[in-house]
């Protein structure tokens, strides 16, 4: 069975960094991009960024270009982002999610306040 | 970035048809934009029921189908069921960077 389990969200206060885990079992996680989207309280989804399988292209979108960096470790099947100098906006359940966004997360929340 | 468009809310009668429809800020939606759509209920992860304009998973309901419809992509539900109440996101694909839609309310009711 294929789960996706993200950890490591939490309180953290504004210009401060959080470093989100999604832990991979159930498929090989070296054969697919992996993905992490967020979702604001009341507001809809949002891409965050995505990784190539084997780590050497990721993208953004442009609200985080800078501040966040996505990255991944196939020997531990997981795949991290690492948010710097966050900002309230950035408050959201964020959602990892592997190739085709056929399989996701529960999710983790994050919230930046003061 | 591009901005994608969807309509904020929709309704259908039980049974019915109902066709969503996603836009593209920079133009005709096509397959290069590999178009997805997502199905969104409350306290749920989100499920993703088409990609590549028309592909379904094992677990898409036949009653779901994706298609290009005058330069946007679509969603068409037919034989609406009352747990198919929910959101719908549509996204596309850029090059890399992908965008979502904000999302259609659909009513079955």
């Known amino acids: 069975e294929v789960q996706l389990a993200e950890s490591g969200g939490g309180l953290v206060q504004p210009g401060g960094s959080l470093r989100l885990s999604c832990a991979a079992s159930?498929?090989?996680?070296?054969?697919?991009?992996m993905t992490w989207v967020r979702q604001a309280p009341g507001k809809g989804l949002e891409w965050v960024a995505n990784?190539?399988?084997?780590?050497?292209?990721?993208y953004y979108v442009d609200s985080v270009k800078g501040r966040f960096t996505i990255s991944r470790d196939n020997a531990k099947n997981s795949l991290f982002l690492q948010m710097n100098s966050l900002r309230a906006e950035d408050t959201a359940v964020y959602y990892c999610?592997?190739?085709?966004?056929?399989?996701w997360g529960q999710g983790t929340l994050v919230t930046v306040s003061s | 970035q591009a901005v994608v468009t969807q309509e904020p809310s929709l309704t259908v009668s039980p049974g019915g048809t109902a066709t969503l429809t996603c836009g593209s800020s920079?133009?005709?939606?096509?397959?290069?934009?590999?178009p997805y759509w997502l199905q969104r209920k409350p306290g749920q992860a989100p499920r993703t029921l088409i990609y590549?304009?028309?592909k379904k998973y094992s677990w898409t309901p036949a009653r779901f189908s994706g298609s290009l419809l005058g330069g946007k992509a679509a969603l068409t539900l037919s034989g609406a069921q009352p747990e198919d109440e929910a959101e719908y996101y549509c996204?596309?694909?850029?090059?890399?960077?992908?965008?979502f839609g904000g999302g259609t309310k659909l009513t079955v009711l």
């Open positions: 999610a592997s190739g085709r966004l056929e399989n």
């Open positions: 159930g498929f090989t996680f070296s054969n697919y991009w």
């Open positions: 990784i190539k399988e084997d780590g050497t292209e990721n």
């Open positions: 920079t133009g005709a939606v096509t397959s290069g934009h590999s």
């Open positions: 590549d304009i028309n």
């Open positions: 996204f596309l694909c850029y090059g890399g960077p992908w965008v």
